[in-house]
């Protein structure tokens, strides 16, 4: 565990870091604090939490980054309290309240019924309030200014969306979704369709591409366990390091070849090996020789192609 001589002091450290984003932090913010306390030359997230929002964000360090795409695909399930009766303009308790409504006389058949409207395959209009990009600027700077783009709606799928508890002000929900759903405008729809509209109050992220928060570390235990080692920092380094999951943990979903030390050094090359496959087929994780994750291949037949590879060491 080597640390560069540069004045930042950065080094190569490969692994993926199970953060607790705590509340008022945007996402990029608390990877930059995780970064620095590793001392990462590389890191990045898997999916933005909106500053109001906690929970799990995985924290992809050095050849981790190189797999995030499947954490960010993967489904995630959140907990949620939608404040009935009044809107505002991100669509959450941070945003400046646009207008109020009265709240219509709830009852539970009424609720579920409403519900059962945004189960399954729905479509969704973006938030201005995003990340996402017109003409290379974040959407979010452009509400900031008061200009509204257009936006088109995407399908996404709500694969579950519990009741957990209601009153006459606000609901609290359970929600699994696919990638590139909006918590966000998914309470806002619903405070429509119940004519009164509604804003996210708590948002809470309680499990990403199956990894659950009994998982994650809380940015305070991180900074403890850099400060407990005082001026050793190869020590105070080495309790952090303790805390990565592998590089591949992201991805047990994707069944695993081991090939030999041949094969191992021709896929390094980047050239196509043939295997016995058995009855696997499709991407597969590629191990070497001591069971190192190498990366990913595609198998079409007996011949494995390298498409996504680790730098080993």
Request: hydrophobic letters at 40%.
């Amino acid at each position: 565990m080597s640390l560069s001589r540069g004045k930042k002091r950065f080094r190569e450290i490969d692994g993926i870091l199970l953060l607790d984003k705590p509340q008022g932090l945007s996402s990029n913010q608390a990877l930059q604090r995780v970064r620095h306390l590793f001392k990462a030359a590389k890191a990045g997230h898997t999916g933005s939490l909106d500053p109001l929002a906690t929970g799990v964000l995985p924290i992809c360090l050095g050849e981790a980054t190189k797999f995030s795409q499947f954490l960010l695909d993967a489904d995630k399930t959140y907990f949620t309290r939608a404040q009935l009766g009044i809107r505002t303009d991100s669509g959450d308790a941070e945003g400046n309240v646009i207008e109020e409504r009265p709240v219509p006389a709830l009852d539970q058949e009424l609720l579920e019924k409403t519900l059962e409207r945004f189960r399954g395959e729905i479509e969704q209009v973006p938030p201005m309030y995003s990340a996402l990009k017109h003409q290379g600027q974040p959407l979010y700077k452009l509400a900031r200014k008061g200009v509204e783009i257009e936006r088109p709606a995407r399908r996404v799928t709500i694969h579950s969306l519990e009741l957990l508890s209601w009153n006459q002000e606000c609901l609290e929900l359970q929600v699994h979704c696919s990638k590139g759903t909006y918590i966000r405008t998914l309470v806002e729809d619903i405070g429509e369709a119940l004519g009164c509209g509604a804003h996210v109050a708590v948002l809470r992220r309680d499990q990403s591409a199956g990894f659950t928060l009994e998982q994650c570390h809380g940015l305070e235990q991180l900074q403890a366990l850099s400060e407990a080692a005082g001026a050793e920092e190869v020590a105070a380094l080495a309790a952090l390091d303790r805390l990565l999951l592998p590089v591949d943990a992201g991805l047990e979903h994707i069944p695993s070849i081991l090939l030999d030390s041949r094969q191992t050094g021709s896929i390094l090359q980047g050239q196509i090996v043939r295997i016995n496959p058995g009855s696997l087929s499709g991407m597969v994780r590629i191990r070497d020789a001591d069971n190192r994750f190498i990366g990913l291949g595609e198998l079409s037949g007996n011949q494995l192609r390298p498409r996504r590879l680790c730098r080993l060491g």
